[in-house]
């Protein structure tokens, strides 16, 4: 069996999504995501110049070789652009074999260990009151986890408050807009959010809040403890985890479970993390973590310390990743939880899928492959539209974290 062709193909239904396809000679094909916020030309063209050149007569069924292949010999190792161009291709190779053998991906990767992946939405709101009537409206749904997030007092405008409730899209700009942002602000709220939602509704649901790399160590240690009384399901991106030994510092002083690694895109940026038990759940993903192949290698080495997943699921994922994800965590006996910030009818639209939501949780289906397509000719009627993610700034004017 053979590679024939491999195509790039850029869409915009509402937002822009990049999806690599690779064609076999015995007419069955596969898709990868290869999306990054932002920079979705850089990888597009990674793909298409550096590559797709080297995929075509190649043996799909060789996973693992390719994926070796292009991570040792481009010689340039990791960075988003090239784990995530990476990404794409085994993504499409897992769907291939899967395709191939008649099966549902995570029957590949050892069958299912649990029967749905619970998911967590997103609640957010101007003030407390209105993120906690979005919490009430995501319970209704069924949901067992939410993310909550609120407007800080005296900020014009915070992360993660959106117009639009439902599709929540961060990109919103042709070029960057700009936020504000005051730590003393956001320590002063941010615990009040969460003593109310758990007067109104309770221990029942978990509640989870993304603090989005915006806090020193020492700060997000201060918040961690902060939100101890509310039993948080996991404190987000506290800081800045370039600095991986960050993280002891938080670990020291609060008990409330850490979540960090929607930027990542290798074992190496997690490694420290990992091993020395300073996080509890690993939120890398298929699309930015070089695949199911390296995705599943991050999962195994957490499972020996105590670190379950929660792979990132925001809109900027497309529906061919949230795919992946779900036959990935399935199957993994270290899933924690999965995020799902639902994509636009139109999204949906151009990536028909198998996946379903019902009672919280997500199922993959059981399609051959990882259940998700793509509808070419749909997606030829949304051209690429330029779109950034804001940049944010102190109250000073110094250029701070998004
Ligand atoms: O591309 C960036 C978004 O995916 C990110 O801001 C969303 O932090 C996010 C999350 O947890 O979903
Ligand atoms: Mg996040």
Known sequence: MKITDAKVIVTCPGRNFVTLKIITDEGVY??????????????ASYLQEHLVPCLIGRDPHQIEDIWQYFYRGAYWRRGPVTMTAIAAVDTALWDIKAKIAGLPLYQLLGGKSRSGVMVYGHANGRDIEETSDEVAKYLEMGYKAIRAQAGVPGLASTYGVSKDKLFYEPADANLPSENAWSTAKYLDSAPHLFEKLRERFGFGPHFLHDVHH?????E???????????????????????????????????????????????????????????????????????????????????????????????????????????????????????????????????????????????????????????????????????????????????????
């Open 214 to 218: 915006r806090l020193t160590p020492i």
């Open 30 to 43: 596969g898709i990868g995501d290869a999306t990054l916020n932002g920079r979705e030309l850089a990888v």
């Open 220 to 402: 997000a240690a201060r918040l961690g403890k902060a939100f101890e009384p509310y039993r948080l399901f996991w404190m987000e991106d506290a800081t800045p985890a370039e600095n991986q030994e960050g993280f002891r510092l938080i670990r020291k002083h609060t008990t409330t479970p850490l979540a960090v690694g929607e930027v990542f895109n290798t074992i190496y940026d997690c490694q420290t993390l990992i091993a020395e038990q300073l996080i509890d759940y690993i939120r890398t993903t298929v699309v930015h973590a070089g695949g199911i192949t390296h995705l599943r290698r991050i999962f195994d080495f957490a499972s020996l310390y105590h670190v379950r997943s929660g792979c990132h699921g925001a809109t900027d994922l497309s529906p061919i990743c949230m795919g992946a994800s779900l036959h990935l965590g399935i199957a993994i006996p270290n899933f924690g939880v999965q995020e799902y910030m639902r994509h636009t009818k139109e999204t949906d639209d151009v990536f028909p899928h198998a996946y379903s939501f019902r009672d919280g949780c997500l199922y993959p289906g059981e399609t051959p492959g990882h259940g998700v397509d793509i509808d070419e000719a749909l997606a030829a009627k949304f051209p690429y539209s330029r779109a950034y993610l804001p940049v944010n700034r102190l109250e000073d004017g110094s250029m701070w974290n998004w």
